[in-house]
Nanobody, 129 residues
Framework: EVQLVDSGGGLVQPGGSLRLSCVAS????????MGWFRQASGKEREGVAA???????AYADSVKGRFTISRDNAKNTLYLQMNSLKPEDTAVYYC???????????????????????WGKGTLVFISS
């Protein structure tokens, strides 16, 4: 059974850092595209960062230079390092995986909720003073 367990959210002051984790199981973790998405109150879910099966990455313009997606295959864990956090980064963050071979990082980044196969339950990131 495929499972994604995301965690690491919390309350952080503007300018602070946070690292989200997504522990995956039930599939060949290193062969498929995965990504981080977020949904703020009143807004649609949007792609934040993605990594495809070849290790290529893609980022939303709003987070480039601040967020870094990475993967530890030995631990079946996907990470999102979030630096220089801003209030507008406040959202519920979800990790997701698409098990279709060949999906690129750019395609994963632009995927809708139904464009990805599996999702974590989400972890709340709240940036405020």
């Amino acid at each position: 059974e495929v499972q994604l367990v995301d965690s690491g959210g919390g309350l952080v002051q503007p300018g602070g850092s946070l690292r989200l984790s997504c522990v995956a199981s039930g599939f060949a973790f290193d062969n498929y595209a995965m990504g981080w998405f977020r949904q703020a109150s009143g807004k649609e879910r949007e792609g934040v960062a993605a990594m495809d099966g070849d290790g290529n990455t893609a980022y939303a313009d709003s987070v480039k230079g601040r967020f870094t997606i990475s993967r530890d295959n030995a631990k079946n864990t996907l990470y999102l390092q979030m630096n220089s956090l801003k209030p507008e980064d406040t959202a519920v963050y979800y990790c997701a995986a698409d098990l279709a071979l060949g999906m690129t990082a750019i395609q994963a980044l632009g995927a809708t909720y139904y464009g990805m196969d599996y999702w974590g339950k989400g972890t709340l990131v709240f940036i405020s003073s």
